[in-house]
Every structure is written in C-alpha cells, then in structure tokens.
C-alpha cells in the first residue's frame, strides 16, 4: 500500500507549518503511522511541535515521527561529484571559489534535494501517511513536471554521448585543459534525473497524493495561490483543499472592520475561484499556533470532526493543453447545468459565468496574447478554446 500523501505549500508566513503539523496529529491521534517532514531550510517543525527534530525522523508522539530534511546532507549524498567538478571548471575559469561553489547548485536545488526524501519515504512502506511542509512556493513542484525533458535528456545525453566522451577525454585534458565529467559525475546526473522522473510520478498518483494550498484571506496571497493552483493542475497535480488560515472571527470588534471587510471579499473570490474544491477555514487565534495543544485547535477548526487524511476532493478541477495553435481549458463546474455561459478576460485573468456560477482564473503567462474563441459546456465541464 502507498502512504497517503500531502504537500502542503503556500506563500511565507500563511501558516503551512502550522498547518501540515497539525494534520499530522489528527492523522496519528486516528490510528495512522504518520511522518511528517519539511523540505523548507527554514526549520520550524520543531518549534512548532515543541519538540526536538532530527535530520533523521524522529518520534514525537503515539504514531508520529517528525523530520527536518537538511539540504546539506541531500546536497552532498546526491551531488557531491557534480559539485567537485563544475567547482574545479569555474574555478579554472577565473571564478572564486565561494561563487563557483554557488554555482554548482541548480536554483531550487536545495529542496529538490530534500524532497526526495518523500521518495524514500513513500517507498519505504513503513508509513500510513507522509506529510510535507514544503518551502513558500510551487517552484519545486515545477522543477518536477518536466519528466518528458528530462526523459530526452538522459536519451541524448547517456545514449551514444556517453561513449564518445568517454573516448574524448584524455585529447580534452592534453589539448583543451579541460576537464571532462568522470562515471561518477555521469551516475549522480543520471541518478538524479531517474529520481526526478519517479518524483513525477508519485506526485501525480492522484489516489494517494494531493497538494494543498495554504493561504490567508489577503489580496496578494490569494492571488498567488490561484496561480499556483492553476500551474499544478496543468502539470496534473491534484489539488484536495485549500486552506485559508487566520480568518478574523465575528468578535474582533471595530478597529478591524475595516480588515474583516477585505478578508470576506476575498473569501469570496477563494470560494469562486478553487470551487469545487473544499476551502477548510481556520480563525486567526488569540495567540500563536505553537505546541501540541495549539495545533489541534488549529486541527479542529480546519476540519470539523472529518477525517484530515482523507483525499478531500478527486479530480482535477482544471485541465489546460496547449497545441500548435492555440490552448484548451477544460473546467469541472458539477453544479452548473447546462446554460448562459459568458466569458471575460482581462489581462491573465478569465472570468467564467455559468447559471450564475463565477469562477476566475488566473492563467498562465503563456496565454497572455491569446482570446477566447469558443466555449461549450458537456459532461459537468466547461470547454473554451483560445487562439491568437
Ligand atoms: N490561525 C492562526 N492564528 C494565530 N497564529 C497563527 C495561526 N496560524 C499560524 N500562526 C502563527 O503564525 C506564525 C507563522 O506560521 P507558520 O510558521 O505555520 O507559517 P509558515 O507558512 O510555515 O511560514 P514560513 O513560510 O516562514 O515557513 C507562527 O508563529 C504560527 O504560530
Ligand atoms: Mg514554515
């Protein structure tokens, strides 16, 4: 059996520690042998748990084990080969050493690195559920959507390649002083471009893996949200709820009004803009999330007695392809019967209103000069065609 996963990811500061903690304990106090982990080199498990947390997992409770992944480590059991040889290229072109060292890491590297310890973890079979508290953006998730790339890669780059340069080796170091990359910058390479692939894969078994966004009810995290949803299910990842967290309850009293008013603004535009995805909903406490009791208020109040496990939605709720000329959106309105459907762009922005449903979307940049051309409705989806 595959451990039930989730990542949770979001802006900084919205509360993802917080959050995929306390999942972690409603899912341990229901019987599952969880592990909770973060990916993110800014480490706030422990504090959050209250507890010490190795590099290593660490039990924390009845059925809960904690880690905080360290890049470092990752770094070097997974790449210290490559890093020794691009280190000693830069620096035989005139870079310092602290900068070449630098260099050696691709950008997002380090929690890419880290993140595959949910490999590990997910094939390891020792766990019922595996929670991550992944670092403040998507970047990593969309470092892992391109297996087909990496596939080509490895094709080209391992296929007659390897042999020819095993043969140009020694004419490189007597005539061009240069280095070429030994097995064993060639097995990490491919090592990690084979990890890659299977980190694809598991992200997008959509029985047993979700993501969740965890954002508060401000106008910018909001916005950012959205675009992160849109980017995950274009790479097939499923999203099963999102999180608003530090919602103003009824009493703040007037000195917040004014706050209370934007938050339910945008509360409104989370509900149009992920439905039918369920948006789980946290108040802002009267003191910080911080230790075990803490965090099952906090699990109490996103989940309201279901189980946090489960995969709270199923589908994707979008799906965008895009060809020769022009792209297609595909989006799932269960609700909507079929009837007047209006559709407005503006700027990156699509509006779509069916049966008096609204939905806004944020699209990619890609599809920044495209309009849409048509739009039909079947089967409980919405299909609009663009084209230049
Ligand atoms: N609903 C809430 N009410 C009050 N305080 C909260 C709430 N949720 C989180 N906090 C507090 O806000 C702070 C930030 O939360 P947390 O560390 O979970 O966010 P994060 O998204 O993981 O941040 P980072 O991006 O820095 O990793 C913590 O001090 C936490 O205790
Ligand atoms: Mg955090």
Redesign the pocket.
Known sequence: MKPRTILYT?K???????VAAATARRCAAAGQRTIVLST?P?H?LAD?LETAVGSEPTQVGDRLWAQQVQAQEELERHWSAVQGWLGGLFVDQGVDRIAAEELTVPPGGDELFSLLQLKRHVDDGSWDVVIVDCA?TGETLRLLSFPDVARWWLEKVFGRERQLLAAARPIARTFFDVTLPDERVFGEVQRLVENLIAMNEILRDREAVSIRL?MSPDRMVVAEAMRTFTYLSLYGYLTDAVVV??VFPEEVGGYFGAWREVQREQLELVESGFAPVPVLR????EQ???GPAMLDR?GAALFDGADAGAVLYDTLAQELSLDGDGARLRLELPFAEKGDISLKKIGLELVVRVDGQKRTIILPPALAPYRPSSASFSDGALLVSFSE
């Open positions: 979001g900084g500061g919205v509360g993802k520690t917080s993110d800014a706030s959050s403040p965890v967290n530090r946290a108040p802002y406490f910080e999330v911080v906090l």
